[in-house]
């Protein structure tokens, strides 16, 4: 009897307490209870407005600022004078400026034909582009030619050949390799711009529709690749590429060679704040040329309420982007600081600001996503 009395009692206490647990916290009637609800966010609309109003418009851009270099280049070729040189150089500035945002973007049509590495390899081979320049005999398809061609090609012709523009007009136009350094510029441009044709092309043939429509949460799937993507080119690219290397990050030596527009070397800073500007748009989901935002990586944080250290992550990345802006616009010209101390100790504090991106993106971000780090990383970050 007293055994029944007991079993009894347990059963009482047990609906009891599932009593209490169960009430007002049913999925179907709209109560606040603790049973953890599960996130759901629509990663197709977030591909859709990457591709729509950030991808495309960008390369788009792109695509018109290197129509427009051609164009000035060609108004020099048959009017050959210094306000032409002039205009020529504002406008490969321009266009070097609308490169920053479609860097990141080494995805499909892009990685396929290796579109960062044929545009914007650094530093120039000038070796190379000195003996092409001379005997108008190259091969720009070559992948040996990568580091003679592009953007940073331009940059030493336009900048480092001559230390005047009247002397470099007379170079490029009354010397005795004046035709084969015509020919030569002809050729690095038509080879960007046949090279961004193609990749506009298929984002705007069918592989605007592949990118979207893979929008599931696998190792293959548009967000985990491109997340990747975005990740690596933050922090090889932009991080490591543009301040870490110069400065001897990775080496114990400084590099100033290595600088991008080394023979402009007054932009290398603004192309960096270029660069960081595209990646803080896109993280935000902001459409480009324009201040209207839509579903993004930011978003989905928010979406899946993530905090770090109880403070709102999207928030952290945001500010220690910010913060990272401001300790770089506070620089002198990169090259100047590289050049005025060694080590060049404020360059290093703007690079650790930086590098604090980085494990909030690659630790923190993908965890909550629940996407996997697909590269290696040999920095030991």
């Not at 210094?82 to 990141?104: C, D, G, K, P």
């Not at 020919?183 to 605007?208: F, H, K, P």
């Amino acid at each position: 009897m007293k055994k029944t009395w007991y079993l009894l009692s347990i059963a009482a206490f047990v609906l009891f307490i599932w009593a209490c647990s169960s009430d007002g916290s049913s999925s179907d009637d709209g109560g606040g209870g603790d049973d953890e609800v599960p996130v759901t966010f629509d990663r197709g609309a977030m591909l859709a407005n990457w591709a729509d109003n950030i991808i495309i418009p960008s390369y788009k851009a792109f695509q018109s600022e290197l129509s427009d270099l051609e164009s000035t280049y060609e108004a020099f070729v048959a009017d050959q004078s210094v306000i032409n040189l002039e205009a020529f150089r504002t406008s490969w500035e321009s266009a070097y400026r609308a490169w920053q945002h479609v860097s990141m973007f080494e995805i499909g049509p892009a990685e396929s034909i290796g579109y960062r590495l044929n545009i914007n390899t650094y530093p120039a081979d000038t070796d190379l582009i000195d003996a092409y320049l001379a005997t108008g005999v190259f091969d720009l398809s070559l992948p040996s030619n990568r580091d003679a061609k592009g953007f940073p090609a331009l940059d030493y012709i336009l900048n480092g050949l001559e230390d005047d523009d009247v002397t470099l007009v007379e170079l490029l136009t009354n010397s005795v390799n004046s035709a084969s350094m015509q020919d030569y510029i002809s050729e690095l441009l038509a080879d960007m711009v046949s090279l961004t044709n193609d990749v506009v092309g298929q984002w705007e043939g069918s592989y605007r529709n592949t990118f979207v429509d893979n929008n599931g949460s696998s190792a293959t799937a548009t967000t985990d690749r491109f997340v990747n993507d975005f990740i690596f080119y933050y922090e090889k690219f932009l991080r490591a590429g543009k301040i870490g290397i110069p400065i001897g990050v990775f080496s114990g030596t400084t590099e100033v060679n290595t600088l991008e527009v080394l023979y402009k070397s007054e932009l290398s800073k603004s192309m960096f704040l270029e660069g960081l500007d595209a990646v803080q748009d896109f993280f935000n989901g902001k459409h480009y040329g324009s201040a209207t935002t839509g579903e993004s990586l930011e978003s989905y944080l928010e979406a899946l309420n993530t905090l770090k250290d109880g403070a709102d992550l999207a928030k952290l990345i945001n500010d220690q982007m910010d913060e990272a802006r401001d300790i770089v616009s506070s620089l002198n010209d990169f090259k100047t600081e590289i050049e005025a101390a060694d080590p060049p100790v404020n360059m290093f504090l703007a690079y650790d600001e930086v590098q604090k991106v980085v494990p909030l993106f690659k630790v923190d971000m993908v965890s909550a996503m629940s996407i996997n780090i697909d590269f290696v990383d040999a920095d030991g970050d």
